[in-house]
């Protein structure tokens, strides 16, 4: 039982994992992130290596999201008035139940309403 070899475990710091975080988010290799860190911990790059890869597989997958648009209303111009146009869906009801805007500005593709 003499010539057995005790293994080590390094526990790692908080300070220490989100630095791996960061490393992780450059483009730089793992094997080159756990050997400069190693380096600068005084740790074996084998268990550093270890880390990144448990540290790299807990980390969130982030996936781009596209916007969905959907059509609340639709604009129609007065026959009545030149200036005036009718806005009808939803919309109209939803603004129903907030209160009265301030002022109301038309653009070429959207309408703004400011509140006080």
Do not use: C, F
């Amino acid at each position: 039982m003499e010539n057995s070899t005790k293994k080590k475990y390094t526990r790692y710091t908080k300070k220490q994992v989100s630095t791996m975080r960061k490393a992780l988010k450059t483009e730089e290799p793992r094997l080159v992130i756990a050997k400069r860190l190693s380096k600068e911990w005084g740790i074996p790059t084998s268990g550093v290596y270890q880390k990144l890869n448990l540290v790299a597989n807990t980390k969130r997958k982030y996936t781009k999201r596209s916007p969905k648009t959907t059509n609340l209303t639709t604009v129609t111009k007065n026959s009545n008035n030149d200036s005036g146009v009718t806005l009808t869906s939803d919309l109209m009801y939803i603004l129903d139940l907030l209160k009265k805007p301030t002022k109301v500005v038309m653009y070429k593709d959207h309408v703004r309403y400011y509140y006080k």
